[in-house]
């Protein structure tokens, strides 16, 4: 038996609610041992199986208490009609996972529908559901306090602050990393033109830097000043003048340019997941 569970917008403590409960199974089973799996990378690409994962998931800001409590589905209310449009997101527990899905407001509006019952059809003028997705949106492991998920922007109404992970730079940050000595802008190019993917790469790219020494600074100006020749205009200095120029030097920071051991051709790597030590991702 399978308890579907959901947790309503309210901050007392009993918001959270038993919803149903069945014996269909609500997601599919999950192996961390089988499945492919790698460390959270902001900005990297998952491919269909894959999964990003955070370790001491308990020990982070953007902790809720699901992980860290135990939870009696059997010492829940059961969710009255009246509550089903203050719904947050759906859980399900289990022995050693808990399940966790984004539910978005607009799908709890009541509508008129046609509803297809067995053999019949029912003309509904006050129906509201929630679409079961093939795949939850979030896997906390509670034997090993890890968290799996694939697109960090599903599950920021439930972590609450985990987009931190991979925020925008604020107007202050992006005219101050454009204020760099090593930038010289052109064009009338500045911060106020930077769109939403660039505040996002400057606000690693800013990271990044703070985290280099001189020599290594020194090493990726060079790198940078390889494989991107129309930016240099001396060797630690480079142009910017658009939002192209300014996502090529922010990807040379992130040293995402490298070439094919086998032709030597010169490429970009637009999704970067770090590998494990064990040389698998």
């Known amino acids: 038996m399978k308890n579907i569970c959901v947790k309503l917008s309210q901050r007392e403590n009993k918001k959270y609610r038993k919803m149903l409960s069945s014996e269909e199974t609500i997601f599919p089973e999950f192996d961390p041992e089988s499945a492919s799996t790698s460390p959270y990378t902001p900005g990297a690409t998952l491919q269909d199986d894959d999964w990003f994962c955070i370790t001491n998931a308990k020990g ?64 509904k003028t006050d129906c509201a559901e929630i679409v079961i997705r093939d795949l939850p949106d979030a896997i906390y492991d509670k034997t090993t306090d890890t968290l799996y998920f694939r697109r960090l922007e599903s599950i920021t109404s439930i972590f609450r602050g985990i987009d931190m992970l991979y925020r925008e730079a604020t107007q202050e940050e992006t005219d101050s990393f454009l204020a760099n000595d090593f930038i010289s802008l052109k064009d009338d190019y500045s911060g106020n033109k930077v769109k939403t993917a660039n505040r996002k790469r400057i606000a690693l790219a800013a990271k990044t830097l703070s985290e280099l020494d001189e020599p290594d600074r020194k090493n990726i100006f060079k790198y940078i000043g ?56």
């Open 60 to 123: 982070q800001e953007y902790s809720i208490d699901l992980l860290s409590e135990a939870v009696s589905t059997a010492d829940l209310d059961s969710l009255t009609r009246a509550e089903f449009n203050k719904i947050d997101y759906l859980f399900v527990i289990d022995d050693r996972f808990i399940f966790f899905q984004n539910v978005s407001k607009s799908k709890l509006v009541s509508q008129k529908r046609i509803v297809h019952f067995g053999e019949g059809f029912t003309y």
């Open 226 to 281: 390889d494989y991107c020749p129309d930016l240099k205009v001396s060797e630690n200095s480079f142009e910017v003048g658009s939002e192209n120029e300014l996502k090529m030097l922010l990807y040379g920071i992130e040293q995402r340019f490298y070439t094919t051991p086998v032709g030597g051709e010169k490429r970009l790597a637009n999704s970067v997941i770090t590998l494990n030590q064990g040389g698998q991702a």
